[in-house]
């Protein structure tokens, strides 16, 4: 079966730290670039971070550059979100994504459940 599973979130105060993490089982992940992508009440899902599948490139939603670092570790299927300066708009359900194109121009993709990240006094 094909499963990312996200985990770490929960509750934190404002100005707190908070790791997400990703595994991958089923598939390949080495050969997929690798996102996070957030939602909150009302509000489309938006990205959050990404990474290619090497992880030589990274990339982030302005609203989360020098706060939120994306990460992986290819050798065991992982893919890590580090969360610092947390603020209350930060709350959201966290989701990972994992995405590829075939040499035919096949794309694959997969969802994880997500996680929920409350940022609260």
């Given at each position: ?7 770490g ?15 991958a089982?089923g ?28 992880g ?15 990460s ?10 580090q969360?610092?300066?947390l ?20 794309r694959?993709?997969y ?6 990240v409350?940022?609260?006094?």
């Amino acid at each position: 079966q094909v499963q990312l599973v996200e985990s770490g979130g929960g509750l934190v105060q404002p100005g707190g730290s908070l790791r997400l993490s990703c595994a991958a089982s089923g598939f390949t992940s080495s050969t997929y670039a690798m996102s996070w992508y957030r939602q909150a009440p009302g509000r489309e899902r938006e990205l959050v971070a990404r990474i290619t599948s090497a992880g030589g490139l990274t990339n982030y939603a302005d609203s989360m550059k020098g706060r939120f670092t994306i990460s992986r570790d290819n050798a065991k299927n992982m893919v890590y979100l580090q969360m610092n300066s947390l603020k209350p708009d930060d709350t959201a359900v966290y989701y990972c994504k994992a995405d590829t194109v075939s040499n035919r121009g096949l794309r694959t993709y997969y969802w994880g459940q997500g996680t929920q990240v409350t940022v609260s006094s």
